[in-house]
């Protein structure tokens, strides 16, 4: 995923099925996996609900989704990274 270009970003952890709130707002690479790969009793894709991510470019894509986080709130007994698109910068 990461080699082929993917971009994505945690955008969501439930830390009772395993998700550790320092994951919230990272992008996935190849450190991020291997950390993931390191973590007992959790699934690495998160197909068990750990965590959920947003892919915002890639190779798929035909232009990156520009976002920012505004920060964190809780729903549900999720940790949630609230975002939303970059405000366009006007060239001079």
Known sequence: FVARGHR???VSVYP???GRP????QNFSS???AELEQT????????????HSFAWGGPLFQWEIPI???GTFTQDAHLCLDLKLKEPTLAS
Not at 22 to 25: D, P, S
Not at 40 to 51: K, L, R, T
């Open 16 to 18: 009772e099925y395993g």
């Open 68 to 70: 920012q986080s505004l």
């Open 8 to 10: 994505s970003r945690i």
């Open 31 to 33: 450190e991020l996996i």
């Open 40 to 51: 007992s009793n959790i699934d690495v894709c998160g197909e068990c609900g750990e965590y």
């Open 22 to 25: 320092e994951w919230l707002g």
